[in-house]
């Protein structure tokens, strides 16, 4: 567990950034271009001019500068973009920082070897009329206790664990992006991972198989994040293009390359919260209400478990999406100034490991360029559907499901489509100067569907074909009754079950499943498992007979995504708790 900070810790936030403002007030449009005597003069004779105290001349704008904590009059900026995901956002700037921090921050990047990928991926997305393609990165916290991070406390002596792992969506358009946090102690199936001697282990499942072990998985101080890129993309169907890790060293050193990050607590925590085996509750660490926490404390408000609400895994992902929204804030809110963003360049760029296709300066820089156009609005975070399974979670289907196949969709959470640039409304065609003859052949007439509910049961391990199913079934006027997963997994052929008297219903419904299968069964009604066969065909259903071939509308997000989803502009001090007790 992470040890208590001494009281009086958080008070260094504020100092650290009343520095950061009085090195960073004005625009860089005031700072005149550089003289001869190089750019420590220049850099001086700048900052001379901007401190003529309140309302004083500030240089060849004639903008008015002020010291730490004033307000000089800057430039009119949209406040509303984001630079992107903090760890790499400051990367925007060091194209014209120099050779020399160019190079500086290239020696600081850390790579994941892509040889430890699976070779069974889901496929890439495909890039719409206008190029533009969805992006997936896996963001792990890692509470590795290797090197410095041991004096940051957490995690075990030897090894790492993935302290936090968000799949970060950004959509096509690149104006839209959700985070999904996944739960540590979500119960998964591990594929095979490499370990560090090239070997690869076998698939684990069972009910003492949880989400955060894939980290563990060669038992390594580094951790296995291939292993976790496995595990994800297994679980969601959802291919990853990049994964980032950062660990509590770099986390805290980010946190104060940024001059604190503002955050809210329901109630006071002490020492004990952070720290059970304590006899006493200890020195107060973090107070109710908002503040602003770096280091250490942030530290401590990202990890906290217990002393609030009801000391889940669930509430702590609420305060780390809280954090990481406050955080994006600080950062886009500080504006596109080096004295805020290279320090931070640096502090992320040391602490991060990257995968190959972020490998470089130049690869972070036009990644991260590629976010700055998303609104804190737009930037969403949630929590996948759960239940409890004694002490650990499942997740529920086929709610977690739809939410898979939304984000394969590149849908967002209210429905909207956000692959690219969508083209504009076509305009009113006009009638044809000439009528055209009727057919002279006559369509077959619709067919009526029975009223009977059909039950859908998923028995692939394929996410998202159940709900592809009952789609289908409710476009060819179905009642669909029941979408879940089968009790195996292994089926090949789609089976249409049958009761009594619902053979000719069950001829109907095998229509839409060319090659299925008709079983009688005791029970009443009808159930459609779906086999290989129905995913092998792209889970498409036959177009049935005198209907029209166009595409089902997607099924919604259950209200067990959508109502607990957290805007990146959300109150800091509202959802930052799970349950009873705080």
Not at 362 to 384: E, Q, R
Not at 488 to 517: D, R
Not at 550 to 555: I, N, T
């Amino acid at each position: 567990m992470a040890r208590p900070r001494p009281e009086g810790s958080t008070a260094s936030a504020g100092s650290t950034g009343a520095r950061s403002g009085a090195s960073g007030s004005g625009s860089t449009a005031a700072v005149p271009a550089p003289r001869p005597g190089g750019r420590a003069e220049a850099r001086r004779a700048a900052q001379s001019k901007g401190r003529g105290g309140q309302g004083g001349d500030g240089g060849s704008n004639n903008q008015g500068h002020r010291r730490a904590g004033g307000r000089g009059k800057k430039p009119a900026r949209n406040v509303k973009k984001i630079v992107g995901w903090t760890a790499v956002g400051a990367l925007v700037l060091i194209a014209g920082t120099g050779g020399a921090i160019y190079f500086k921050l290239s020696g600081n990047i850390k790579t994941i070897d892509s040889d430890a990928l699976s070779k069974e991926r889901p496929p890439e997305a495909t890039a719409d009329a206008n190029g533009n393609k969805p992006v997936n990165i896996l963001l792990i916290g890692s509470d590795s206790r290797g090197g410095d991070n041991s004096d940051l406390g957490g995690g075990d002596s030897e090894g790492a664990r993935s302290d936090t792992t968000i799949l970060l969506h950004v959509y096509a358009d690149h104006k839209n992006a959700i985070g999904v946090s996944i739960p540590r102690n979500t119960l998964v199936t591990i594929p095979p991972c490499k370990l560090p001697n090239g070997k690869w282990t076998k698939e684990q499942k069972g009910k003492d198989v949880l989400f955060n072990a894939a980290f563990t998985v060669g038992g390594t101080a580094d951790g296995n994040p291939a292993c976790t890129q496995n595990t994800v993309e297994k679980l969601t169907g959802v291919r990853v293009d990049h994964t980032i890790v950062v660990d509590f060293q770099g986390f805290a050193a980010m946190t104060k390359a940024v001059g604190g990050v503002e955050v809210c607590l329901p109630k006071d925590i002490y020492a004990k919260d952070l720290n059970e085996k304590l006899p006493t509750k200890g020195a107060l660490v973090l107070k109710k209400g908002p503040q602003k926490v770096e280091g250490q404390p942030a530290l401590d408000y990202v990890r906290l478990r217990h002393g609030i609400g009801d000391g889940s895994d669930i509430g702590r992902m609420k305060r780390q999406q809280a954090f990481m929204s406050s955080m994006i804030s600080t950062v886009k809110k500080k504006g596109l100034e080096p004295t805020t963003l290279l320090p931070l360049a640096d502090a992320a760029t040391k602490s991060l490991r990257v995968d190959e296709g972020l490998g470089t300066v130049d690869k972070l820089m036009s990644f991260a360029l590629s976010l700055k156009n998303i609104d804190l609005h737009d930037l969403k975070f949630v929590t996948p559907p759960w239940r409890y399974n004694e002490a650990n979670l499942d997740l529920v289907k086929p709610d977690v499901d739809r939410l898979w196949e939304a984000i394969r969709a590149d849908r967002t959470l209210d429905g909207k489509d956000a692959t690219g640039q969508q083209p504009d409304a076509p305009a009113t065609p006009e009638p044809p100067a000439t009528p055209e003859a009727p057919p002279t052949t006559t369509a077959p007439p619709a067919r009526t569907a029975p009223a009977v509910p059909v039950k859908v049961y998923n028995g692939t391990t394929v996410n998202g074909l159940g709900a592809k199913a009952g789609e289908a079934l409710k476009a060819a006027q179905f009642t669909v009754g029941l979408v879940t997963q089968a009790k195996t997994t292994n089926k090949l052929t789609t089976t249409i079950e049958y009761g009594a008297g619902q053979k000719a219903n069950a001829e109907k419904v095998a229509e839409l499943f060319p090659g299925a299968t008709l079983t009688p069964i005791s029970a009443a009604g009808l159930n459609v498992v779906l086999g290989k066969d129905y995913a092998d065909a792209g889970g498409g259903a036959a177009t049935a007979p005198g209907a029209s071939a166009a595409p089902a509308a997607p099924a919604p997000l259950p209200t067990s995504v959508t109502e607990e989803a957290r805007s990146a502009d959300d109150d800091i001090c509202a959802n930052t708790t799970y349950g009873s007790g705080g």
